[in-house]
């Protein structure tokens, strides 16, 4: 005993407590084994100037006080932010961080519980959600026919209250069994319109996917440079497509808003002369516009000298050509002339007067027909 005292007296000492070799002193040395010291202060807890805690060190007086740790707010200075640590444990060996564990595997199981109990709920109520859902559909129907008759029962109260004759009653009766009996039929004839365009859908269905068919049956056949060029105007096909939508969308739009415009124009008459003002002046600058055009089409004075003797010379060019033809047709009209005169005069000496009369033909009726 001496010799361990004089070997541990002999040992020099840290600041902290601790032997230059790394091993603490035998006063704050962990027992060994499992066993736990429940006497064991934290660090920082000691009392002060012990091997445990040397003095000058932690607390509040040996702090530096900065003035950044008091920041000025709109409604004055706030409290210095404090170490909230509390007691901790010295030594953390083995034992601490299986306790650690421990406590965090106790926490996890916990809420791995809770979370598998909450689906458990969930499942639960979602079964019994379809069965309430199912049961409510057919409570829904049975209040319905409920409510179809109680609204027939206070009809009928409502008949009995005023005294109503029963022959007015059974003439209601029989006006709604007829209207009900009328829109039977119409909605039975609506039934089967319905049933007979569905089948027209489906039978024009098989054909677009007949004609899809055959498409990439001719789609496949062809060669590689031809699908490429197809898939491209497909592409651009696809693209205009979306741009006619759009520009279909605006000139719907364009065509909402003239309709109204037209309608706050044809409540007000200032409005509509307004309108006839602005047309008036579309059509004066126009014109000015075309006076503009043509006053710069205009060229120099020699120009324009040129310009009317060609214009001279080409018609009359197209005189002399008129005048030659109008010489050849007069020509010719008189040689027409001529030709039928002579031809009077022949017809005239060959004419005998027993080649005309009239033949009497008698047939059947015995009437006459015709000269000859």
């Not at 791995?112 to 379809?130: T, W």
């Not at 214009?311 to 010489?327: C, F, G, P």
Request: proline fraction near 3%; charged fraction near 30%.
């Amino acid at each position: 005993m001496a010799s361990n005292h004089k070997s541990s007296a002999a040992r020099p000492v840290s600041r902290g407590g601790v032997g230059l070799t790394g091993r603490p002193p035998s006063g704050i040395r962990p027992l060994s084994g499992n066993i736990r010291v429940a006497t064991a202060m934290p660090p920082g807890t000691a009392r002060p100037g012990s091997r445990g805690c040397p003095i000058g060190t932690g607390g509040v007086l040996s702090s530096q006080i900065k003035v950044a740790h008091r920041p000025v707010t709109q409604q004055g200075l706030t409290g210095m932010k404090t170490g909230t640590k509390g007691p901790q444990r010295q030594i953390l060996d083995k034992s601490y961080y299986l306790g650690l564990l421990r406590s965090k595997i106790s926490e996890l199981t916990t809420e791995v519980n809770k979370l598998q109990k909450g689906i458990e709920m969930y499942n639960q109520e979602n079964s019994v959600y379809l069965s309430y859902e199912k049961r409510a559909e057919t409570l829904a129907v049975e209040i319905k026919e409920l409510q179809g008759q109680l609204a027939d029962y206070n009809m009928l109260v409502d008949k009995l209250n005023t005294n109503t004759e029963m022959e007015e009653v059974m003439n209601d009766y029989n006006m709604l069994k007829a209207q009900n009996d009328r829109e039977t039929q119409s909605l039975d004839v609506i039934f089967t319109e319905r049933q007979a365009k569905e089948k027209q859908i489906r039978s024009v269905e098989e054909e677009i996917e007949q004609e899809k068919q055959a498409t990439d049956d001719i789609i496949k056949n062809m060669s590689l440079e031809n699908q490429v060029k197809y898939l491209e105007m497909k592409n651009t096909n696809e693209k205009l497509l979306q741009e006619l939508d759009t520009l279909q969308q605006q000139l719907d739009s364009q065509n909402m808003k003239k309709e109204s415009l037209e309608a706050e124009i044809a409540h007000s008459q200032v409005k509509q002369e307004a309108v006839l003002l602005h047309e008036k002046l579309y059509e004066l600058e126009s014109h000015r516009d075309q006076m503009i055009a043509e006053d710069k089409s205009i060229g120099s004075p020699m120009e324009e000298r040129e310009k009317l003797l060609k214009q001279i010379k080409d018609d009359n060019q197209e005189i002399a050509s008129m005048e030659r033809q109008l010489t050849d047709t007069k020509e010719k009209k008189n040689q027409f002339i001529e030709e039928i005169r002579q031809l009077d005069m022949d017809l005239e000496e060959h004419q005998d007067p027993t080649n005309y009369g009239w033949k009497i033909i008698e047939k059947n009726t015995g009437s006459f027909k015709k000269q000859v």
